[in-house]
């Protein structure tokens, strides 16, 4: 990193990540054999996961002196992250292990604490609105994708509403030429003249040409089709949504990339530029 290497503890998430997979894993197991090998995968997550913390927040701790800012941040964000990872002493049958996850936590809120009291008003406000910021950038790059896709789909409404009519009527076409192929059939089928049966099979050879014709979409068509159904899959079930709107607000994709670039902006000023690696995962 461009200032301070440690502050990846932070926002490095891979272990948190796979103890939060492992705990859907164990909750989705309905047989007792497969709910206790969930069981035993979800204490060595949570024990990789504990350790990560134990490491990370020892290494934060001797940067007090020199970036009592950043250490702040990141150790209220490791905080942060046990909090919500669910993860309680009660999780493991081992007395050792038990203790190990104690003695975490209490390092955490100590940190935090030492930090807290080296900083003025002014800068624990900036630390809160940094911490914030990273927490909710998941939620706010999914609203600016989510909002981007329904803002084009809205675009496009129009345009596909008159191709998708126009694609209608040519299966309607494709019904009339399977009735008129069938019949051309009949009447070849009792035909003894030579000529007639000639006329027929010609007249096949074009049913079927126009047919294929109709059945072969549009490449206005199909390239519309495709780019909304890409846009359809970046839209969020109605309740993350309402999450987000509840968070953040519903604004246009405009407002929502603004506030990306405006947070990334006080994030890289504040914690280096390597920040954002972490922050477009």
């Not at 914030?132 to 675009?155: D, F, G, H, V, W």
């Not at 309607?172 to 027929?200: H, K, N, R, W």
């Amino acid at each position: 990193m461009s200032k301070w290497d440690w502050i990846h503890a932070g926002l490095e998430a891979a272990a948190y990540t796979e103890a939060q997979a492992a705990r859907r894993n164990l909750e989705a197991m309905r047989t007792a054999s497969e709910i206790e090998s969930a069981r035993r995968l979800l204490l060595e997550a949570m024990k990789n996961f504990v350790f990560d913390i134990s490491r990370d927040i020892q290494m934060v701790e001797e940067q007090i002196p020199t970036a009592p800012l950043q250490t702040y941040i990141v150790s209220k964000l490791l905080d942060q992250r046990f909090s919500d990872s669910g993860l309680s002493a009660d999780l493991f049958p081992d007395f050792q292990d038990k203790e190990y996850v104690f003695q975490t936590q209490k390092k955490l809120s100590e940190v935090i604490e030492k930090s807290k009291v080296t900083l003025s008003t002014e800068q624990i406000h900036s630390a809160e609105s940094a911490i914030r910021y990273i927490t909710e950038m998941p939620l706010l790059q999914k609203a600016n994708s989510a909002k981007s896709a329904q803002e084009n789909l809205a675009t496009s409404e129009e345009k596909w509403k008159g191709l998708e009519k126009a694609h209608s009527q040519k299966s309607l076409y494709i019904v009339f030429g399977v009735i008129l192929v069938m019949v051309v059939i009949t009447i070849a089928s009792f035909s003894e003249s030579d000529v007639l049966l000639m006329l027929s099979c010609l007249g096949l050879v074009g049913l079927f040409a126009f047919l294929f014709t109709m059945a072969t979409p549009s490449p206005e068509y199909k390239t519309l089709r495709d780019e909304r159904e890409s846009l359809q899959r970046k839209l969020l079930p109605q309740e993350e949504w309402q999450t987000i709107v509840s968070t953040i607000g519903d604004l246009p994709s405009e407002q929502f990339q603004n506030m990306i670039v405006q947070r990334e902006k006080f994030l890289v000023e504040i914690l280096g530029n390597d920040v954002q690696k972490f922050l477009n995962k």
